[in-house]
């Protein structure tokens, strides 16, 4: 069978900062900045020493991948190409915010041979997206959607996000089913978290931000109101159509090989984890040497464990036995019988994975079973 190899770009410029979002992004960036930055990339990508595989999946992700020009993300897919080279039927995904959106650069994006968008909608209603300090009006979002559908994007993934501040079950609600009546490929809906060193986390005791049980009662919602609406739920926070779940994601989960460049970004090859400085100046002035960290992955077992309980899919009982000596749930038995008695755990002998009201509870369990 063929291995799966994905390639990351991170492109980290953003029209203004989220006041939530700990990503390694800037906002107010220069044009001579992004063109310096894409010719980094370009040079990272052609002298790091990273194994020339066949890439099965691209993914350019932000930051705003959109505020690059044409010619430069063509610039960059050809630097790739030539590379690695593409599969035939590889996934090429970038990530799009709706105040970026703009049909002539969204159908050159598609003649270059990007395949599948991800847009960041996060919500529909414009008093949430403002709560969230996002650029971008629930109208935009539909024209995105739009456009996207016009350029000939078929594989179309809409973000969204539950736990904002100001945001009930209905309003969430709202939100699921005018986003289901689009019809996309594939949904994400992440829970808000307060990431430290936020603005958002500075001002958390001011958020009107929804309790625990609201939240829970969204993530209920969210699984089954797509569930019945044909989207299966794959991965706690991801559910697609039958066949369109995200590739270059379930390789990260799968713990797949894949080249990672740009600021920030984060590679996984021959079991070692190389991360690149967040430091933008930092990366532009070296970006072949801008490695921070290199890191032999210590714990494969509870790192396995970790992944797979957030995929439907969960662990592979003959793989676990196979690479860490016994079966995963007999070698946890004591600390996986709760979970199994209240139904949020289940096995078939061959696989034991997480239910979807239990994927909800994944950390509480990985808490449980850390080393
Ligand atoms: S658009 Fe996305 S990456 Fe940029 S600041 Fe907002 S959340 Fe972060």
Redesign the pocket.
């Known amino acids: 069978m063929r291995k799966e190899f994905g390639v990351y770009l991170h492109v980290p410029f953003?029209?203004?900062?989220?006041p939530?979002?700990d990503?390694c992004?800037f906002?107010g960036s220069t044009e001579k900045t992004r063109a310096h930055y894409v010719g980094a990339l370009i040079r990272e990508i052609g002298e790091r020493d990273f194994p020339r595989r066949t890439a099965t999946s691209v993914f350019f992700g932000?930051?705003?991948p959109t505020l690059l020009s044409v010619p430069q993300f063509d610039a960059l897919f050809s630097m790739i190409d030539a590379r690695f080279g593409l599969a035939r039927d590889a996934e090429i995904t970038f990530e799009m915010?709706p105040a970026t959106a703009d049909r002539g650069k969204l159908r050159a994006f598609r003649a270059l041979g990007f395949n599948r968008v991800s847009i960041?909608c996060q919500s529909v209603s414009d008093d949430e997206l403002r709560a969230l300090g996002?650029v971008h009006s629930a109208n935009e979002i539909f024209q995105a959607y739009e456009d996207a559908l016009a350029a000939g994007f078929d594989n179309v993934n809409v973000d969204l996000m539950y736990g904002v501040p100001g945001q009930t079950v209905g309003s969430f609600s709202k939100t699921l089913q005018t986003v289901i009546s689009l019809s996309p490929a594939h949904i994400s809906a992440y829970g808000l978290i307060l990431e430290e060193g936020t603005p958002f986390f500075t001002r958390r005791n001011e958020l009107a931000l929804p309790d625990e049980d609201v939240e829970a009662d969204m993530y209920a919602l969210a699984t089954s109101v797509l569930r019945d609406a044909g989207y299966r739920h794959y991965e706690i926070s991801n559910y697609a159509r039958p066949g369109r779940e995200c590739r270059h994601n379930l390789l990260y989960w799968r713990q797949g090989e894949y080249a990672a460049y740009g600021v920030s970004a984060s590679s996984h090859i021959a079991g070692v984890r190389r991360t690149n400085t967040r430091d933008l100046a930092r990366y532009l002035s070296d970006p072949v040497r801008a490695t921070d960290e290199e890191t032999v992955i210590e714990d494969p077992e509870y790192e396995y464990i970790m992944l797979r309980l957030r995929l439907a899919e969960g662990i592979d009982e003959e793989e676990f036995r196979r690479r860490f000596g016994r079966a995963f749930r007999e070698k946890y038995a004591d600390k996986l019988a709760p979970w199994f008695a209240c139904g949020a755990l289940v096995s078939d002998g061959d696989r034991t994975a997480l239910t979807d009201e239990g994927l909800y509870l994944n950390s509480a369990l990985l808490r449980e079973l850390l080393p």
Do not use: E, V
């Not at 953003?14 to 989220?18: G, I």
């Open positions: 953003c029209l203004s900062k989220c939530y979002c990503f992004s906002p932000g930051g705003t915010n960041g996002r």
